[in-house]
């Protein structure tokens, strides 16, 4: 398989091959250089010095030529051995300076030896004798620059040489030995300043040639970790060319698109490998896809683009991705299927409870005005008090159940604090007395922008819970100004709440001490927290809770502050007079004859005209034979396929003109909640109690006698 890796070089970091190249190996480049010249330096020697002896044999002493030229061959052997003892060994990058010292000692040796020359031989009063040994020397100099130019140690003791010469024409050659000195002198700085440049330029072509050598090598080495990490990574990947011709590929994007026995070469179209994927690979021209092999792997592919108009494939198994998705969802959707039971299962649940309750209540409120006396009030009052507390359960149920369907709507407008803090105080001090504990309300003259029933409601769950999970304790109220906002705060010195709880205290049903789920404890059934955090979810004000085990809780609540123009007032009690009834026509339409009996003894209790019906059909057979009616009751879930609401549409339909209307409901299923509500008509709840049902019934009769 080809690989074009430098479509790929973004993969590759940025390098700085300076930092790769040391002046040590380029120092030791230069030392080898200065080696390799040694042979062609030693015959330079050796001959120019055979040359200067031969020419000057009958001009200076002949001893001393002998002498001298002993010495130089002597030197010329020493440089020979130290060459071979160089190849010999091969010194590494660390161990080459001191062979370069030991050159450069031997090329200060001939310096010397050749600046012996002029010295001893030079004599100008025979002008053969003075060419001869300034152009040796002059031409030996230069043979230096050319040898020895890559050690500068070794170069500058060449200019012993010419320095001697220079010295000794001034010193004895008079005028002309001054000029001609003059013109030795100057070729010495050219050489000096040509050799300089010369040294430069050699120094920085070794570093360029290291820095590519280093550039070379890491690219083939990164080449070669790109390549074997291609080809051991799990996911598939391959290269396509503007012309869609394949460049390169891994062994794992064969495998991926189940290609194993295909070979491929570089520049083969990409469709032809495409096409012999079973089933054939279709692939959009941007963007991600997924591809399903015929043994039903899933490969997800993503390409990007390349700004020279290449794109580069990514192939991933995401089968088993795949496979816990459907799981998930599989969950999922039996999650959702079993709340749908449970929701269904409280609906019904909760429908059929409050049948016989509704017609418990009903029932006795008709039998203790009969009965009332002075023996039998207490046992009144319990019954009243039990019914009362089955009822609270109910209507949390029904308040979730509400809140869960949308049907509630919050109205909001500005509320002062003052006459809220000062009914709840005159409210729950009987509880707090009753339970053992001190309750203070510090007063507010705040106003804040809120729903008055809403926020009342949270702040009496967060009072009742306070009290009942505090003994002997106290109970404090109290609401302070931050940021726009007032802060409503319930403090209570009970028993605290553990770290690990804080969230599930606003689960449905869940309660704190109470796991065997004890009725006699007063807790209720574990809403009161799971409607305040619903509520304050749909009111939009942050609900925050505080709490230190042994040392109590705070719950707060922060609605936002308003101008005290316009409040809301204090809720006034209605008073429902006594023969204001006395003569209605009201046609009650339930299908259960236990709460139509009551509900018409109640009605007919307060002095109503009852018309009773079990079911539409005998309602019309009813209005047929008797007077029309002032006021429908009519329950929300009939017998059959037809509702309540169906029934009125009919009822209002044969009567020929609007008749008042009240649904009972004892149903908490959602979706039966939104239409009830989007009826218009007014709504009661099952358990009714007797004096709302009283009011409510005098006040549809007073609005349509207005209309």
């Known amino acids: 398989m080809e690989l074009d890796f430098f479509r790929i070089t973004e993969m590759c970091q940025t390098m700085n091959p300076g930092d790769r190249v040391t002046q040590a190996e380029i120092q ?29 044999w009958d001009k200076a002493a002949r001893d001393r030529l002998l002498l001298w030229l002993a010495a130089l061959y002597g030197l010329a052997a020493v440089r020979w051995l130290l060459l071979r003892a160089y190849q010999r060994r091969r010194p590494t990058v660390e161990g080459i300076p001191p062979w370069g010292r030991a050159a450069a000692a031997l090329s200060w040796t001939f310096g010397l030896a050749w600046g012996a020359v002029p010295v001893l031989f030079l004599d100008p009063a025979q002008p053969l004798n003075l060419i001869v040994i300034t152009v040796i020397l002059v031409v030996l100099n230069a043979q230096a620059l050319m040898a020895v130019v890559s050690y500068p140690p070794a170069y500058l003791a060449s200019a012993l040489t010419l320095l001697s010469l220079a010295t000794v024409l001034i010193l004895r ?20 300043c040509y050799a300089r440049n010369v040294y430069k330029t050699l120094n920085r072509s070794l570093q360029l040639r290291f820095e590519n050598a280093a550039l070379r090598r ?43 026995d295909r070979t491929l070469h570089a520049g083969q179209p990409f469709s032809a490998v495409s096409s012999a994927a079973d089933p ?27 700004s020279d108009g290449s794109r580069i494939f990514t ?3 995401i089968s088993e991705l795949k496979r816990r998705e459907e799981i998930l969802n599989t969950a999922r959707q039996g999650a959702e299927q079993a709340n749908a039971a449970k929701t269904r299962f409280l609906a019904t649940a909760s429908h059929d409870l409050r049948q016989p309750i509704h017609a418990l209540g009903l029932f006795f409120a008709n039998l203790a005005d009969r009965v009332r006396n002075a023996e039998t009030e207490p046992l009144i009052g319990q019954i009243e008090e039990s019914i009362a507390a089955i009822d609270g359960m109910l209507s949390a149920l029904l308040d979730i159940s509400k809140l869960d369907a949308g049907v509630i709507r919050p109205h909001i407008g500005p509320v002062a604090v003052a ?39 949270i702040l009496r769950n967060l009072l009742t819970n306070a009290l009942r999970y505090t003994g002997n304790g106290r109970v404090l109220v109290g609401a302070r100004r931050r940021a726009g906002q007032l802060r409503i705060e319930v403090h209570d010195t009970g028993s605290g709440i553990p770290a690990d709880q804080l969230e599930a205290i606003f689960w449905e049903f869940h309660q704190l001490g109470n796991p065997e789920r004890d009725r006699h404890q007063g807790l209720g059934l574990g809403l009161g927290l799971a409607i305040v955090k619903r509520l304050a979810a749909l009111l939009g004000y942050p609900m925050t809770v505080r709490s230190r085990l042994g040392r109590g809780s705070c719950f707060t609540i922060a609605p936002p502050l308003a101008e005290p123009s316009a409040c809301y007032p204090a809720p006034a009690s209605v008073a429902v007079p006594g023969r204001e009834l006395q003569g209605r026509r009201v046609l009650v339409l339930d299908d259960d004859s236990p709460v139509l009996e009551a509900m018409s003894g109640l009605l007919g209790r307060w002095g109503c005209a009852v018309i009773k019906a079990l079911s539409l ?22 017998r059959g396929e037809v509702s309540g609401l169906e029934a009125v549409a009919v009822l209002q339909k044969n009567l020929r003109r609007y008749v008042p209307t009240l649904i009972i409901t004892g149903d908490t299923d959602p979706e039966h909640l939104r239409e009830a509500e989007a009826s218009g008509y007014p709504l009661l709840h099952k358990p009714v109690q007797p004096a709302k049902l009283r009011s409510a019934v005098r006040h549809l009769i007073r609005a349509n006698e207005r209309e």
Not at 619 to 632: G, K
């Open 218 to 260: 890491e690219t083939e080495e990164k080449s070669a970790l790109l390549e074997t990490t291609l080809q051991n990574i799990q996911q598939g990947i391959s290269l396509i060319d503007r012309e869609g011709r394949l460049r390169m590929w891994n062994r794992q994007s064969l495998t991926l698109l189940g290609l194993d």
């Open 617 to 638: 059909v005998e309602a019309q057979n009813q209005l047929e034979r008797q007077a029309p009616p002032e006021l429908l009751v009519v329950d929300y879930r009939l």
């Open 28 to 56: 030791a480049e230069l030392i080898g250089t200065l080696f390799r010249s040694i042979p062609v330096a030693i015959a330079v020697h050796v001959v120019s010095s055979t040359v200067l002896v031969s020419m000057l």
């Open 315 to 317: 192939y991933t198994d």
């Open 173 to 192: 050659a008079g005028a002309v030995g001054a000029d001609v000195a003059l013109l030795v002198s100057l070729n010495l700085a050219a050489s000096l």
């Open 280 to 306: 054939p690979l279709a692939l959009p021209p941007t963007g991600q896809s997924e591809y399903r092999r015929a043994d039903g792997a899933t490969i997800e592919i993503r390409q990007s683009a390349l």
């Open 419 to 457: 006459e809220l803090f000062k009914r709840l105080d005159s409210e729950y001090q009987p509880l707090a007395r009753e339970t053992a504990n001190s309750l203070r309300v510090r007063p507010s003259r705040a106003v804040v922008q809120t729903d008055l029933a809403m926020l009342e409601r």
